[in-house]
């Protein structure tokens, strides 16, 4: 029943910025980690910014400075803002949840969206 859905890519000028938005709905208990991967035509899918339920935060490389990831644990919702896009950003983002189901188990798990494309160029 755990469903997560992407919104907020599109096109957008080099320099220009975007936020994308994955929130998450059905039985859910507790989120324990938000990611954040992108994927190029060509490339492998990798990752480009998580998130715990502690608020630490990680960063590829080619994004350090430029992107900012977040959430709203009220809303069950991960954030990944971007700013100064660059044509090498282009991909299609996927946003990945860890999380508990039941308040019962302590069992968790990772779920997938199904992407938003992004897409820099003049």
């Known amino acids: 029943q755990v469903q997560l859905v992407e919104s907020g890519g599109g096109l957008v000028q080099p320099g220009g910025s975007l936020r994308l938005s994955c929130a998450a709905s059905g039985s859910i208990f507790s989120i324990n980690k938000i990611a954040w991967y992108r994927q190029a035509p060509g490339k492998q899918r990798e990752l480009v910014a998580s998130i715990t339920s502690g608020g630490q935060t990680n960063y590829a490389d080619p994004v350090k400075g430029r992107f900012t990831i977040s959430r709203d644990n009220g809303e069950n919702t991960g954030y990944l803002q971007m700013n100064s896009l660059k044509p090498e950003d282009t991909a299609v983002y996927y946003c990945?949840?860890?999380?508990?189901?039941?308040?019962?188990?302590?069992?968790?798990?990772?779920?997938w969206g199904q992407g938003t494309q992004v897409t820099v160029s003049s």
């Open positions: 990945n949840a860890n999380l508990r189901v039941s308040r019962y188990s302590g069992y968790s798990r990772d779920y």
